[in-house]
Structure formats: C-alpha cells, structure tokens
C-alpha cells in the first residue's frame, strides 16, 4: 500500500478526490511477462498514453507515485479555472451597475466557500481520471508508487519489475523556487499549494509575471486580496503581443492589481508576523510587506529519481531530450508533456502523447512531428488573450513578410452589448497572399474563439474564405469574419476599382 499525498483541508471533496486519482486501499497488480508500454506517469500525457494504447489492444501498465490526473486536475487547469470564475463573478456583480441592476455597495466574498467549491468542483471530475477506472474500462495495470528505470527495458516500482517493449517518460514538472534569501524561512505559495488555503490572505505578493502569475493575480485581487505582482522584466506576459498586454494592465489597474515590472526580490524576512519583501528596482530599494507570497516564476521537469542514466536516455535541467518526434536517446523510451516540452498545456501535452502512440506503434504507417502540430495556448484573465502560430517578432526572425489585420472587439456588436469591448482580433498572413500564420485574440472568451483561427490554419484555409464563413449575429467571434472582409478589400486594386465604378455608371443610363 502506498502513503496517501498531503493534501489539506482533509474534508469530504479531498477525500473523495484521493479516493479516486490515490486511493488507501489500492494494492498494485503482479505484473505481466512483458507490456507493450509502460507509462510512467499520469497527468495527462500520461493517461491519454495509456488509454490511446490500451484502447487498441496493447497491454499498459500506468505508474504514478502522487496523484492521478497531474497538475491539470490536482492544482492547475481545474481548480484555476475554478477560482478564475469565482473572481469573475464578484467582479459581474460590482460592475452590474452598468446593466442597470443595482447590487449592494459593498459586495462581500466569502473566501472559505469559494475554495470548498473549488475542491468540490476537482473531486466532481475527478472519476475521469481514477486508478480504478483506468483499470476497469481500460484494462490498464496501475501501479501507485515511485517508479524508476532499472535498465533500457524495465521500470521498477515498490520492488516489483515492469518489463516493456516500448515506454513513456510523462512525469511533467513542477513549480521553480528561485534561491532568494529568506524565501524558503517566511514560507511561500505555488500552484500546487495555494489551492489548500481556506482563509483568504489580506496581501498576497505574486513572484513571476507570466501566465500563473497573472491569472490568479487577478482572481484573488477580485475576490478582496490586495494583490502586486512582482516581474523582473520590462514586462509581464512577455511571450505575449504587446498590445494585448497593453489591454490587460488597463484591466488590471481596474481590479486593483499592483504590477511591479524591472523588479527584483533581494530578500525575505520576518517581522511582526508579516513577511517583509525587500524590493529593488532601477537601483531604488523598496520594502512590501504581505501575509503570502505566491511563487510563479516557472518551471521545473521532474527527472529527479527516475533512473534515466540506466536507461540511457540523455536529459538536462531542461528536461528529458527528445527528437521531433518524440523519442529519446533510447529508441525504445519516448517522452511527452512538460518533461520534455516547451508548451507546457494540457492540450499540448495531450496531442503530443497521441503522436507518440503513433510513432511508437505505427511509425511503417507515417510519423507524426512535434513540429507538425499547431498549438494554441490562452492565457485565462479578463479579458483573455489566446494566441496561435507566429508573433509578428517571430515572423521577422523567420523571414516572412506578413500583412496583419486587426478589428477591435469595439467594433463588434455582440462585445457591445455584453459590455465586453475591451480587445481585439489581430490575424497574420503572409504579405501577398490569404494563408494565416498567427493570430492573437484578447476577449472575454478568446480561448473559445481562437480554435477557429486555429482550424483555419490547420485546414489550410485562407483568410479571404473565413469572410464567406456565416457566423451567427450577433456573436463576437463575427470578429474573426470581419478580419477576413479587411482582407478581402485589400484584393480591391486601383484598377479593380476604377472598372467597377466605370461599369455601374454603365448600368446608370
């Protein structure tokens, strides 16, 4: 039997949620003679591994030493989403004046049930991602323990000897800790642990401006914390097109979000049992002083005590090294998810995982290229910005000349409406011709609408035919269509032009 996880508070939705994804009583099969695949790991590069194989009739053995489901479910996509939604709605209900519907003055937040619904909301979907249903409808041998590599076809875990034809590494990553002074005596937050507060922090310091960093940023200054983000850079978000993040500090200056940007953490220390910041920024010292420090600053690939060097297979601080298609220097180990990748999503890490079945079982049929794949990713503020393909930067690096077409979501009917106008569609197309090579959308819902920019660029359709695509009115993915009709007059030459106006005043006589 395996040690349960610490996961607090120890209510009825934690311990529903360990029942399913690490549950007490759970006694590990005998293993077979020999698996076609042996998955170690089971976030979600690993679970659909696993199932995507079993699926088809290969015999899988699953090992996960924490928890099933990874960091999408136990303290990422959901529960973030979770506590996302809660600061929206008590930013809706502040800002209902608008709408004519008159609330209380002062809106309260009562942080204790924000955060039972967030874990009420993980265990619920939980029994997607359980040992017992892997086992059960897949087929699958789950294996709850720590496993690691003995030899370059055999993964031990709690004593007992998996033998494989073919393995994946999808251990995934976790949250970096930067060796600041101090930091680790004062205590601090990540992601996989802030999910456990049950009181809400007065003043809450975010470390790290990027996509974590931001979006709970924002969720808990809505939800009453005073929150300030800290970034060492020029700016936040610093993947991200400069306009749109343009539209998020105007968004967060409005909900109260302090951002500190070309600043650095010297130092943390004690005092009066408040954790005091020691700041510098352009040469100018500064003190903060918070009750909780949450750290966003990146991540880190576990490839700690996984036995790679015996299974010869070649990783760095980066992770696990792999080629374009996703094998490591063991031809019969692949890797897929944050371990080996850059696009740390969940959605990355499950299409990378389908490519590995492919190419490790039905490779004679095709390959299938990391490169190949076409990857979206959303950043999940108010409003959200979702991006797929090239920046403008990056076209440039490449070579290519784009033309890029740009409608404010200001323009759009339904944004109006939904008072909902801030943003915009910003679509990229190679100089001279229709063919889409990125795009950034920053709305409300930018994540939903995104995925037909991206099915455009994966079907190969050009931005002129996404005009003649009728979208319901009013919507505010009629933005995207309305890209396409600035493209299609840009095919208006002076000539063109010049005929039409001679033939309809033909047609006047």
């Known amino acids: 039997m395996t040690a349960l996880p610490e996961i607090t508070p120890r209510d009825e939705h934690n311990l529903k949620l360990i029942a399913n994804v690490h549950p007490s009583d759970w006694v590990n099969p005998e293993p077979a003679e020999r698996y076609n695949l042996v998955v170690v790991g089971a976030g979600t590069a690993g679970l659909v591994s696993a199932i995507g194989a079993a699926g088809m009739g290969a015999k899988v053995a699953l090992v996960e030493r924490h928890l099933m489901g990874g960091d999408c479910l136990n303290v990422g996509c959901v529960p973030s989403k979770t506590i996302i939604r809660a600061g929206r709605a008590a930013a809706d209900v502040r800002s209902s004046s608008s709408f004519g519907v008159q609330a209380p003055e002062n809106v309260t937040v009562d942080f204790s049930s924000v955060m039972d619904r967030v874990r009420r909301i993980r265990a619920q979907i939980s029994p997607n991602d359980s040992a017992r249903r892997f086992r059960d409808e897949y087929g699958v041998d789950i294996f709850l323990g720590g496993g690691r590599f003995t030899g370059k076809d055999t993964v031990e875990v709690d004593g007992a000897t998996l033998r494989f034809e073919r393995a994946v590494i999808a251990t995934g990553a976790r949250a970096a800790v930067p060796p600041i002074p101090g930091l680790a005596e004062?205590?601090?937050?990540?992601?996989?642990?802030?999910?456990?507060?049950?009181?809400?922090?007065?003043?809450?310091?975010?470390?790290?401006?990027?996509?974590?960093?931001?979006?709970?940023?924002?969720?808990?200054?809505?939800?009453?914390?005073?929150?300030?983000?800290?970034?060492?850079?020029?700016?936040?978000?610093?993947?991200?097109?400069?306009?749109?993040?343009?539209?998020?500090?105007?968004?967060?200056?409005?909900?109260?979000?302090?951002?500190?940007?070309?600043?650095?953490?010297?130092?943390?220390?004690?005092?009066?049992?408040?954790?005091?910041?020691?700041?510098?920024?352009?040469?100018?010292?500064?003190?903060?002083?918070?009750?909780?420090?949450?750290v966003g600053v990146g991540r880190t690939p576990n490839v700690d005590g996984l036995g790679l060097e015996a299974a010869n297979v070649a990783f760095s601080r980066h992770g696990v090294e792999v080629n374009d298609f996703l094998q490591t220097s063991n031809s019969r180990i692949y890797a897929a998810g944050d371990i080996c990748s850059s696009y740390k999503f969940t959605h990355a890490a499950d299409f990378m995982a389908r490519a590995v079945i492919q190419n490790a079982f039905f490779g004679f049929a095709g390959k299938k290229a990391m490169s190949s794949l076409t990857i979206p990713w959303c950043t999940y503020t108010d409003p959200e910005i979702a991006h797929v393909g090239l920046y403008e930067h990056d076209a440039a690096a490449e070579g290519i000349e784009v033309t890029t077409f740009t409608v404010p979501m200001a323009d759009v009917d339904r944004a109006i409406a939904e008072g909902e106008d801030e943003g915009f569609v910003k679509i990229h197309v190679k100089k001279g011709s229709d063919t889409i090579v990125g795009a950034t959308v920053v709305a409300r819902h930018a994540g939903e609408m995104i995925s037909e920019v991206t099915a455009a660029m994966v079907g190969k359709i050009g931005l002129g035919k996404l005009a003649a695509v009728i979208h319901p009115y009013p919507t505010q993915a009629e933005a995207i269509r309305k890209a396409g009709d600035l493209f299609n007059r840009t095919r208006l030459t002076e000539g063109r032009s010049k005929f039409l106006r001679r033939y309809f005043a033909w047609r006047r006589r």
């Open 186 to 294: 004062a205590g601090f937050l990540t992601n996989e642990t802030v999910f456990n507060l049950t009181e809400q922090p007065s003043r809450l310091a975010v470390l790290g401006g990027g996509p974590i960093g931001c979006e709970l940023a924002q969720s808990f200054a809505r939800l009453g914390t005073k929150v300030t983000i800290i970034e060492k850079g020029e700016h936040f978000l610093p993947r991200e097109d400069a306009d749109a993040v343009a539209v998020l500090l105007g968004a967060f200056e409005r909900d109260g979000v302090a951002v500190h940007l070309g600043t650095t953490l010297a130092r943390v220390e004690i005092a009066d049992g408040a954790k005091v910041l020691h700041l510098e920024t352009g040469g100018s010292s500064t003190t903060l002083e918070v009750d909780e420090i949450l």
